[in-house]
């Protein structure tokens, strides 16, 4: 099992950037899909982003593509989302997810096993 602690979130206005990181446990870092999620208020949890083993492959939600960037360093256990040009509507709580299945698109919550318990991300207009 893999616990996940994401960290980086914050207040930052409209415009300006964060980059949020996840440190999962463990020694086998390396043998999990993992993916960035998001949930506002009221709203179900949405896919923002998923990066592949080796961090050959990503995807992106449409809506992050071209601001977002998922990146993972497999030496230093850690997977990252740098996000640029943030808007209003990027406020959430964000969460760091694992998966130990077959690579695909990644953007589904239940192809996760692992969660962690998120990072508050504020834009403020």
């Known amino acids: 099992q893999v616990q996940l602690v994401e960290s980086g979130g914050g207040l930052v206005q409209a415009g300006n950037s964060l980059r949020l990181s996840c440190a999962p446990s463990?020694?086998?870092?390396?043998?999990?899909?993992m993916g960035w999620f998001r949930q506002a208020p009221g709203k179900d949890r949405e896919f923002v982003a998923a990066i592949n083993r080796a961090g050959v492959f990503t995807n992106y939600a449409d809506s992050v593509k071209g601001r977002f960037t998922i990146s993972r360093d497999n030496n230093k256990n850690t997977v990252d989302l740098q996000m640029n040009s943030l808007k209003p509507e990027d406020t959430a709580v964000y969460y760091c997810a694992a998966d130990h299945g077959t690579w695909s698109t990644h953007s589904r919550v239940y192809e996760y096993d692992y969660w962690g318990q998120g990072t508050q991300v504020t834009v403020s207009s």
């Open positions: 463990g020694r086998t870092f390396s043998t999990y899909i």
